[in-house]
């Protein structure tokens, strides 16, 4: 029998959660503090909760309500309550405003950064661990505070970098979908709640699984590429078709779209007052966004079932492929009007809407998007005996504001050229004997350098050209690295 002193587990990580190194994690941390930058510059103010809500206070609007422990990672306390690690920023939100109802300025305007955690199939681009960044008012019914929130979610997309046709940003109103639900035999309550929930999710996965995935899941169900089964909504032919009907509105030329919903609506006289809230929405957007930016679609859902009006969603746009189709990587934020979700607690009825950005998600599809960013400048010691030498470099190099490193291994100059690579530095700056004896330093581009070896058939071409390589007065090291920096 083997002894347990001498057990080594197996190294892995969970599925569904992801190590981060440097590049990845402070990608991750500059949008943070330029998504919320935008959030300060409009008003907002911070909130920080912790990680872990009492399970009722979320209460119905669980993420995945078909899986074990309800969509949540969820434990028992040593008092028999428990505890969910939070699946999203706004749950959070709603029990601190309806704790601190009488002290908060109404309306409450807060923003919120942090880490969810939801018990759900990973897979390519879905993890059990994210970030979000998120934004709400809480205490204003008006169509301005939802155009308030479309506006500043355009605002903080732009001070991320991304251009205007980099994304889209869509809105439509869950009132609509909710009266032709009700319309198909699919009411909010009793049996019908289950079924209007299942329709609500295969709706959000347009965008990943198209018209006929969701067509599927509007019905009897759909297997997807690993065997797995989801149950559909079981809708009739007729009911299915209605709800594709409405949805694929949205694939109408924008101007076509509201005649198109009224048509479809034409017998609901309750819906009037929805028109009027859109069209507020849309004339305080036109006079924040372009016209272009942010546009009515009826295949926006959102997922969750707290929704109570108008809802949002930006997706990330690649470049066009051969067809001339723009590459879509997903939803990268979204939100909505949720004026129950205080009266849980409460009993009182208090307006609210924000606007959630997917960090995580965001970061992961910028970096397929672009070339990794450079690493620092990396000062490879070739001969042992200038360490000092290099530190004084690296010294000088950070005093000009640039990112710069000493490689510290013991091993010879190739293995440390390799290192420089593997850390996507932009620039080797290299101190053999030689160099020392000359007060010199040789600085190698290692992008330009790569890209020049292409060209280069044979080893003594390589010797003798030396692609991207010179060799500068120690003196001149800095402003030398800066203008290869620029070239």
């Known amino acids: 029998m083997p002894d347990p002193k001498d057990f080594r587990p197996k190294a892995r990580r969970p599925r569904g959660f992801q190590d981060r190194r440097g590049p990845g994690l402070k990608a991750e941390r500059a949008l943070v503090a330029k998504i919320s930058a935008v959030y300060e510059a409009w008003g907002f103010e911070p909130l920080e909760t912790g990680a872990f809500e009492y399970a009722d206070a979320l209460g119905k609007f669980l993420p995945d309500q078909d899986r074990p422990n309800e969509g949540v990672f969820a434990l028992e306390d040593d008092d028999a309550q428990w505890m969910a690690l939070r ?39 879905r993890f059990r661990e994210f970030w979000q960044c998120d934004a709400d008012t809480v205490g ?25 046709a980099q994304y889209q940003l869509k809105y439509n109103d869950r009132r609509l979908l909710d009266a032709l639900l009700e319309s198909i035999g699919a009411p909010a309550t009793g049996e019908g709640a289950q079924q209007r929930l299942r329709v609500l999710r295969a709706i959000d996965k347009l965008d990943r699984l198209g018209a006929q995935g969701v067509s599927l899941l509007l019905r009897e ?14 809708l009739s032919a007729d009911g299915a078709k209605a709800v594709m009907d409405f949805v694929e509105i949205g694939l109408a030329a924008p101007k076509e779209r509201v005649g198109k919903l009224e048509r479809l609506f034409a017998k609901s006289e309750g819906l009037q007052a929805v028109y009027r809230e859109l069209a507020i929405l849309a004339d305080i957007l036109s006079s924040l966004v372009d016209a ?30 051969e067809a001339e189709n723009k590459i879509r990587y997903g939803s990268i ?128 071409e390589w010797r003798e050209g030396r692609p991207a390589q010179s060799v500068v007065k120690q003196a001149d090291l800095v402003a030398s690295v800066q203008r290869m920096l620029t070239e």
């Open 87 to 125: 699946y999203d920023l706004t749950a959070p939100l709603a029990r601190f405003v309806a704790e601190n109802f009488d002290q908060l300025p109404k309306p409450y305007r807060r923003w919120a950064a942090g880490p969810v955690w939801r018990n759900e199939k990973p897979g390519p681009g």
């Open 140 to 164: 204003s019914p008006s169509p301005a505070a939802d155009a308030e929130m479309i506006a500043m979610a355009c605002e903080a997309y732009g001070a991320l970098g991304l251009q205007r």
């Open 333 to 460: 934020g979204g939100g909505g009007r949720y004026d129950d979700l205080v009266a849980r607690f409460t009993g009182q009825k208090i307006p609210a809407t924000g606007f959630s950005i997917g960090v995580s998600r965001l970061a992961a599809a910028l970096e397929k998007q672009a070339e990794a960013a450079d690493g620092p400048i990396v000062v490879l010691p070739f001969d042992k005996e200038g360490m000092a030498d290099c530190f004084g470099f690296a010294k000088a190099l950070r005093a000009a504001g640039l990112r710069a490193e000493v490689y510290l291994g013991g091993s010879g100059p190739k293995a440390q050229l390799k290192y420089a690579d593997k850390r996507n530095a932009p620039v080797a700056v290299i101190l053999g004997g030689d160099e020392r004896r000359d007060g010199t330093v040789t600085l190698k581009g290692m992008k330009l350098g790569a890209e020049m070896a292409k060209n280069v058939s044979d080893n003594k």
């Open 221 to 234: 169900g759909r297997k997807d590429e690993s065997g797995d089964f989801t149950e559909g909504a079981k």
């Open 292 to 321: 272009e930016q942010a546009a009515f679609d009826p295949s926006v859902v959102r997922g969750l079932e707290y929704y109570t009006g108008p809802v949002f969603e930006a997706e990330l746009l690649g470049d066009a492929d």
